[in-house]
T-cell receptor
């Protein structure tokens, strides 16, 4: 079975440019998460969706970040304008409907470098 | 904030059992203990989870103390490919916020 698919795997962009990261969750999973990982802050939850609806975006750093989930098989995380401090690995993850002992499954990440 | 405490790093000889401890003294009755690991440059990978009883799967065993205030992840025969950061997480069975702490960096040595 295909896991969580993210694109691009690597992106280098200049400060001020718009960055769009994409994610395809595992088919049938109702929850989708966006995490960010840096050396300084570790793995942080940015936002998560349930049935395409954003549930908790309290981790989104600021207005430059936005996330959408137009349908059950696709989500985007957009940074506009990008800044060097946004350089990080961005992980998408998905999970089936909550239940006893549910788990989440991560993609391989999108490595973003803003210069 | 993470509700768990783990040693920052551990070493283990190849072929030996790796025992990774986790303290979760404030765990509540409905919270599960999860273990994930992250091999360099990859996304975190689910290993095992449990509520009260000890659990075993093809990857590892999870031993939870009777008072549930701590647990140990056991990799019975560590290999070099088990070198990774291991995260212990406690979470309710409802809700979806997996909070990752700094984890334990396990180095399996030849």
């Amino acid at each position: 079975d295909a896991g969580v698919i993210q694109s691009p795997r690597h992106e280098v962009t200049e400060m001020g440019q718009e960055v769009t990261l994409r994610c395809k969750p595992i088919s049938g999973h109702d929850y989708l998460f966006w995490y960010r990982q840096t050396m300084m802050r570790g793995l942080e939850l940015l936002i998560y969706f349930n049935n395409n609806v954003p549930i908790d975006d309290s981790g989104m750093p600021e207005d430059r970040f936005s996330a959408k989930m137009p349908n059950a098989s696709f989500s985007t995380l957009k940074i506009q304008p990008s800044e060097p401090r946004d350089s990080a690995v961005y992980f998408c993850a998905s999970s089936p409907q909550t239940g006893a002992g549910n788990t989440i499954y991560f993609g391989e990440g999108s490595w973003l470098t803003v210069v | 904030d993470a509700k768990t405490t783990q040693p920052p790093s551990m070493d283990c000889a190849e072929g030996r059992a790796a025992n990774l401890p986790c303290n979760h003294s404030t765990i509540s009755g409905n919270e599960y203990v999860y273990w994930y690991r992250q091999i360099h440059s990859q996304g975190p990978q689910y290993i095992i989870h449990g509520l009260k009883n000890n659990e075993t799967n093809e990857m590892a065993s999870l031993i939870i103390t009777e008072d549930r205030k701590s647990s140990t992840l056991i990799l019975p025969h560590a290999t070099l490919r088990d070198t990774a950061v291991y995260y212990c997480i406690v979470k309710f069975n409802y809700g979806q916020n997996f909070v990752f702490g700094p984890g334990t960096r396990l180095s399996v040595l030849p």
